[in-house]
Nanobody, 126 residues
Framework: QLQLVESGGGLVQPGGSLRLSCAASGFTLDYYAIGWFRQAPGKEREGVSCISGSGGSTNYADSVKGRFTISRDNAKNTVYLQMNSLKPEDTAVYYC???????????????????WGQGTQVTVSS
């Protein structure tokens, strides 16, 4: 079965950290850029970060720059999102998705993507 699976979400206090993982099964991630998205209750899904297939190019939403870091380990077929200095407004379901490029409208969830994960909940609360 071809799929992406996110993990690593949970409940964390403001200022804390979490590391999300996006693992592929049934296919290799090497040829795909990967994007992270999030959707909070009552809000539209928004792009958080992306990374190119080689890992040489990354992009971040302004709201997470300097706090989140995206990386990938193609040997493990996994992409990571390290989230530091978390804020209550980071609370959302986080999704990863494949993409052709980490460029242009990388942040647009409506851009055609081959695979989406099922999401992992991140809750930032005291």
């Amino acid at each position: 079965q071809l799929q992406l699976v996110e993990s690593g979400g949970g409940l964390v206090q403001p200022g804390g950290s979490l590391r999300l993982s996006c693992a592929a099964s049934g296919f290799t991630l090497d040829y795909y850029a990967i994007g992270w998205f999030r959707q909070a209750p009552g809000k539209e899904r928004e792009g958080v970060s992306c990374i190119s297939g080689s890992g040489g190019s990354t992009n971040y939403a302004d709201s997470v720059k300097g706090r989140f870091t995206i990386s990938r380990d193609n040997a493990k077929n996994t992409v990571y999102l390290q989230m530091n200095s978390l804020k209550p407004e980071d609370t959302a379901v986080y999704y990863c998705a494949t993409d052709r490029w980490c460029a242009g409208r990388w942040y647009a969830p409506t851009r055609q993507r081959d695979y989406w994960g099922q999401g992992t909940q991140v809750t930032v609360s005291s």
